[in-house]
């Protein structure tokens, strides 16, 4: 089948399940919650939904530790709430998007179950090696989430790999056997009717050869080993050729440490075998490779990520864009300002949203939700965060270590949806499973929908403008004055006509500056945060100027 490219014109909302909308009032989020917003999501004029996982699972990864392939979790509603709602995207014109996380299970899968007994034919559908002679781990590589990357397995005397937390043992996709049970997984859900797949940490799937010991990376030791590995390419081709080839879906890698370069293997129009990739590198203008090495904030680093892969991908490959997800904290806590949170949210929103790509918006966004900062550690909820926290700046007050957690962690941005001002954000009418941000009642969907000038409606603003325009979906893109700290100023231009962003990253009032060749005499100025642009910038104020030729 050709490859139909129809994804090139939407928007994507991504849903955390757990805590987007709980429809039956046991504190979880749930797809009949989802249902009820259905139409929120599309008035955003979001075409698209992606799935956090929601299937059955014992939740030490809040799902990313997966128990079934061909279920849905019944706390979330099961399958009967699952075809509802996929019928309920249909019929709205939306496509739907599940996330595939083939590279681990969950330990209490049968698979797992069966292989640590070594029945056949689950034997080697994980990564099994004894310990050395001198009783030391297999290798030296590390996990992303909990210590060293092996533990032992009582009932099989052996080690098993996990790249993430001990609950989360890797498969072994250089078993053709596992491979087919990743193409029924598959076509379980493209048969169903579901449109494409996020595949988690897809580049991680294929280890090197003899599992070697990693000498060169102080952080995540092993990376090198097993990201972007020896049969990365082949395998994904195989899934592509023997599946995604036979349907009209699409497919999303996420792919930790990747440059465009790279990407271009995967997702090169012509001869990659994947349709767009998520990548790190704009999650780094305040942090060093992972949000737990924090900087300061570099306008001009986040200007240097989203110019490259505007570059480098022209013409041949396709941006996914986005700001936040579930992995990192919330983008105006970071990049933008607490203290200008509606301005600053808008600035977010004009600096990625018109870029040349699809873009993506995860729960909350659309209305400027901020880090949440417990005042314990023991409130965290997440893996990752639980085991930095117990293992990480032990010299530091507990004040200090815990503003380092509300700068890095997870469950920053994990915290319920902020509906309305009602108890519980009106998330749930039960006891929530977890906290929610006392912020609530002031920063919810409820209050920014009365207000015509509220971030949420700027979003959709934006969006409509953004879908409208024929240089935003096909145009060129330039940036200029590549290091000025303070703006990020970029134009798209297409036959019929050319736009420029200005956005200042500034607290303070700023000079303007445009590019010369465009005349603003003659512009339209078609997007605006202030209602009276004047002479000089004022405080995170941004600008979308138009002109037709
Ligand atoms: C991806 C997911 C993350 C998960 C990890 C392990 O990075 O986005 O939430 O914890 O993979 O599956
Ligand atoms: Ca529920």
């Avoid at 409509?464 to 893109?477: A, D, I, P, T």
Wanted: glycine residues 6%.
């Amino acid at each position: 089948m050709e490859r139909k490219r129809w994804y090139k014109d939407m928007v994507f909302y991504q849903i955390w399940p757990r805590s987007f909308k709980d429809g039956n009032g046991d504190g979880m989020g749930d797809l009949w919650g989802v249902l009820e917003k259905l139409d929120y999501i599309k008035s955003l004029g979001c075409d698209g939904i992606w799935f956090s996982p929601i299937y059955p699972s014992p939740g030490a990864d809040c799902g990313y530790d997966i128990a079934d392939y061909m279920d849905i979790a019944p706390e979330f509603g099961g399958m009967e709430a699952f075809k509802k709602v996929l019928d309920g995207v249909h019929e709205r014109g939306m496509k739907l998007v599940m996330d595939l996380v083939v590279n681990h299970t969950s330990d209490e899968h049968e698979w797992f179950q069966k292989s640590r007994k070594r029945i056949e034919p689950y034997t080697d559908y994980y990564i099994w090696r004894p310990a050395k002679p001198n009783g030391k781990l297999p290798n030296n590589w590390d996990s992303n989430f909990e210590g060293k990357a092996w533990t032992f397995d009582e009932e099989r005397g052996e080690y098993y790999l996990h790249l993430f937390a001990v609950k989360q043992p890797d498969l072994n996709m250089d078993n053709p056997l596992v491979r087919e049970e990743v193409k029924k997984i598959l076509r379980f859900w493209l048969d169903m009717g579901v449109d494409g797949f996020r595949e988690d940490v897809i580049t991680y799937i294929s280890k090197a050869e003899g599992l070697p010991d990693d000498h060169l990376f102080p952080i995540y030791k092993g990376m090198p080993k097993y990201n972007h590995g020896p049969h990365i390419h082949e395998y994904l081709a195989e899934f592509k050729r023997d599946v995604f080839d036979h349907y009209d879906c699409f497919t999303l890698a996420e792919a930790p440490l990747v440059w465009p370069k790279q990407a271009l293997k995967y997702i090169d129009e012509e001869k990659g075998q994947l349709d767009m990739m998520i990548q790190f590198q704009c999650q780094c203008a305040d942090c060093l490779f992972t949000d737990y090495i924090p900087m300061k904030f570099s306008l001009v680093r986040m200007k240097k990520a989203f110019s490259d892969w505007q570059y480098k991908l022209s013409g041949r490959a396709w941006n996914m864009l986005y700001l936040e997800n579930h992995d990192h904290p919330r983008i105006i806590s970071r990049y933008g300002s607490e203290k200008f949170r509606e301005e600053s949210g808008k600035t977010l929103a004009v600096s990625y949203l018109f870029q040349q790509g699809t873009p993506f918006l995860y729960q909350g966004q659309e209305i400027g939700m901020l880090n949440w900062k417990p005042e314990d550690a023991e409130m965290y909820e997440d893996v990752q965060t639980r085991y930095n926290y117990a293992h990480s700046n032990l010299n530091k007050s507990k004040e200090e270590r815990l503003h380092k957690m509300w700068r890095s962690s997870r469950d920053s941005a994990r915290t319920p949806m902020q509906w309305d001002s009602t108890e519980n954000a009106g998330f749930t009418t039960g006891k929530p499973w977890f906290y929610v941000n006392p912020n609530y009642t002031e920063i919810n969907v409820a209050a920014q929908e009365e207000n015509p000038d509220s971030l949420l409606n700027f979003y959709r603003k934006a969006i409509k403008l953004r879908k409208s325009l024929e240089s935003v979906r096909f145009g060129n893109y330039k940036e200029y004055y590549r290091l000025n700290s303070k703006l990020y100023v970029y134009s798209r231009e297409s036959e019929n006509e050319k736009i420029l962003a200005v956005c200042s990253f500034s607290e303070k009032e700023e000079k303007i500056k445009i590019p010369s060749g465009f005349d603003i005499a003659k512009a339209e100025l078609i997007l605006c945060n202030y209602s009276e642009p004047g002479e000089k910038l004022l405080p995170y104020e941004s600008r979308v100027y138009l002109w037709k030729k």
